[in-house]
């Protein structure tokens, strides 16, 4: 039960992408396509942005995606927005009806 | 509107034991997995436990195995979780959260987490 690994921050300028990266292991992000993504903003609760590695909530902007290489999870911001920086998540589903997160990423919007 | 609420948080001893209560509305509640998870002051987020629709089946983080326990009412729409022998590291806000499945395997499988409740706050210290 190690905590997936993400970069600890990220940042861009408007307009440009961005890519979060979230390493696992093949006991978890490697064996099943079940990464999701939540955003956070401070003092606030979580919210899914992506799930089962590339699927957008209702409501979620296009300008969020998601995809998994091996152990690798990646969470692509296109068209970065003053709106989008906060701090970002990634989980796993890691076997026995167990999750675990990785340890977030706080986006700056330069 | 899907709502969850927690209640039961607050300041208790190391050692100390305290329950924690999520009510649930909006939504068909037994067709859920259901699960808690905290986050630490200025800390990630952190997977707790999860606990099937009908109570049968219970998984924790390895940490917190044997010390708290996940239960379910689902007559009355309501998640608990129950904390005993409380560790400073305990100190936490708990997320009460639905969580949908896939159907994996065979198997309907725990897979992502929407919505997550407000949040309440343990503080565990002497």
């Given at each position: 039960q190690s905590a997936l690994t993400q970069p600890a921050s990220v940042s861009g300028s408007p307009g440009q992408s961005i890519t979060i990266s979230c390493t696992g292991t093949s006991s978890d992000v490697g064996s099943y396509n079940l990464v999701s993504w939540y955003q956070q903003f401070p003092g606030k609760a979580p919210k899914v942005m992506?799930?089962?590695?590339?699927k957008r909530p209702s409501?979620?902007?296009?300008r969020f995606s998601g995809s998994k290489s091996g152990n690798t999870a990646s969470l692509t911001i296109s068209?970065?927005?003053?709106?989008?920086e906060a701090d970002y998540y990634c989980c796993s589903?890691?076997?026995?009806n167990t999750f675990v997160f990785g340890g977030g990423t706080k986006l700056t919007v330069l | 509107e899907v709502q969850l609420v927690e209640s039961g948080g607050g300041l208790v001893q190391p050692g100390g034991s305290l329950r924690l209560s999520c009510t649930a509305s909006g939504?068909?509640?037994?067709?859920f997995w259901m699960s808690w998870v905290r986050q630490a002051p200025g800390k990630g987020l952190e997977w707790v436990a999860n606990i099937k629709q009908d109570g049968s089946e219970k998984s924790y983080v390895d940490s917190v195995k044997g010390r708290f326990t996940i239960s379910r009412d689902n007559a009355k729409k309501s998640l608990d979780l129950q904390m005993n022998?409380?560790?400073?590291?305990?100190t936490a806000v708990y997320y009460c959260a639905r969580v949908w499945d896939d159907f994996l395997s065979g198997y309907y499988t725990p897979s992502w987490i929407d919505p997550w409740g407000q949040g309440t706050l343990v503080t565990v210290s002497s």
């Open positions: 992506i799930y089962e590695g590339s409501g979620v902007s296009n068209g970065l927005q003053a709106e989008d589903y890691a076997g026995s | 939504f068909s509640f037994i067709s022998s409380l560790r400073v590291e305990d």
